[in-house]
């Protein structure tokens, strides 16, 4: 024996140690300690990691894009109980098939949500896979216009915002148990009333508890055909202003009155002035409804305004910008009634954001993929409720593809594949 060495255990559950004890007959001759071993080591990992992903991908190749088919051919309306709880039963049977077990958290007051766990007695930090199942698109259309694969292009409701993105995060899952991976737990989150913004539901709350601790998040959000993946999304709220007046006879006895369309015309410009579309923030009131006759002064009225912000931040100030001129009308004898009917939070970019793009763009790198860039986005998700309780988020994980929300939607079949394993790896080399 020419020398010894000192290491941790931890070393010997490490790629590099398992690949050096595979003999290749161009090691032979190198110096184990050499930086010329080191570097053939490493082209060695970053060989044998792309087979091992590309048997993975043509093993659960047509298993991916059955169930895709499947979801999408199965209707998935937010409102519609029955077709949320079928779209449920099919994930549910799919990964009990792969030795999965599925629980649904049920809720008097939202829809179900359905959560999947892998090592989940692992005593580190738990990671979570988030998406979504259900769609803009009302009950019926699955039938009208099936799911279908073409080629690249996968088509028919959901096929693009994002039912093969649930099944990607299902994907991810499923190769991290083959893989045998145990460094953290792994939940699966997929919830059911994305696409109405958890409306007066709890959903929001149910996330950040079955989240709670996690130190990475992955949303499977669909992506546009540009290999962007989301580091920061905007936030939205929708939120209801009615207003009281006193109503009274234009012409016999108007000094009885109090127009309640006289303060809201004050509460909507005042609440449009605090748009400022450089720094992020919109307030659009776009719904306006109020008053019974012209010669009556109306008594009653109405806006329904959407708030855009770009942090956490922004929107907590806007609602509350809202609410203090809700308090204090202009038009003396009226009220103002102000509701916030839904919020998404913002998807913040936190300090760890940055370091976990970095781990993904690594992991691309070693599976010779495109390396991805991030990129800041309008539309909110539900990373937001991720990145609002401190946990540094990716979205727009899923597939990528384009006409979201459409009749024309669409994904690319193989970004479904590629971007499963470059998550699937990337967990695999976090800490």
Not at 279 to 297: D, H, M, R, W
Not at 334 to 354: H, N, Q, R, W
Not at 395 to 408: F, N, Q, V, Y
Request: aromatic residues 4%; charged residues 20%; contains cysteine.
């Amino acid at each position: 024996m020419s020398g010894f060495g000192v290491t941790t255990k931890r070393a010997f559950s490490l790629t590099e140690y398992n690949l050096a004890r595979i003999s290749y007959r161009d090691t032979a001759k190198l110096n184990a300690y050499s930086n010329a071993y080191t570097k053939l080591m490493n082209k060695r990992q970053a060989t044998l990691l792309k087979d091992l992903n590309q048997h993975r991908a043509a093993k659960y190749q047509a298993a991916k894009a059955s169930l895709s088919t499947a979801l999408i051919n199965q209707d998935t309306n937010a409102l519609d109980a029955a077709s949320v709880d079928a779209t449920l039963t099919l994930v549910e049977d799919f990964l009990t098939s792969h030795g999965l077990t599925a629980v649904r958290e049920q809720s008097t007051t939202a829809n179900p949500v359905l959560v999947a766990d892998l090592n989940e007695t692992a005593p580190s930090a738990p990671l979570i896979l988030l998406g979504h199942l259900d769609t803009v698109f009302s009950v019926g259309t699955a039938k009208q216009r099936p799911g279908v694969i073409d080629g690249e292009r996968l088509t028919g409701p959901g096929s693009n915002d994002m039912k093969p993105g649930a099944v990607m995060a299902i994907a991810t899952l499923l190769a991290l148990k083959e893989a045998n991976y145990q460094a953290h737990p792994v939940r699966l989150i997929l919830v059911t009333d994305e696409e109405i913004l958890h409306k007066n539901a709890p959903t929001k709350e149910t996330i950040a508890r079955l989240s709670k601790g996690a130190v990475a998040g992955f949303n499977f959000e669909s992506a546009d055909p540009d290999n962007g993946v989301v580091t920061g999304r905007k936030g939205g709220a929708i939120v209801d202003l009615t207003v009281t007046g006193i109503a009274a006879h234009s012409g016999k006895e108007p000094e009885k009155g109090r127009s309640a369309v006289l303060e809201l015309a004050h509460q909507i410009i005042k609440a449009e002035a605090l748009t400022d579309q450089a720094a992020g923030k919109l307030v659009n009131c776009g719904l306006v409804s109020g008053g019974t006759s012209e010669n009556i002064i109306p008594d009653h009225a109405h806006t329904g305004i959407a708030v855009r912000f770009t942090t956490k931040q922004q929107g907590d100030e806007l609602l509350a910008a809202l609410q203090e001129q809700a308090a204090h009308p202009t038009a003396a004898g009226t009220t103002v009634e102000m509701k916030v009917a839904t919020k998404i939070d913002s998807m913040d970019t936190l300090p760890g954001t940055a370091a976990l793009l970095e781990k993904l763009q690594a992991s691309a790198r070693l599976l010779h993929q495109p390396v991805p860039h991030g990129k800041q986005t309008g539309g909110a998700s539900d990373a937001g409720v991720l990145t609002a309780h401190n946990i540094p988020t990716l979205c727009g994980l899923g597939i990528m593809g384009g006409g979201a929300h459409t009749a024309h939607k669409y994904g690319l079949v193989s970004s479904m594949f590629d971007r499963a394993a470059l998550v699937a790896t990337t967990i695999a080399h976090l800490d």
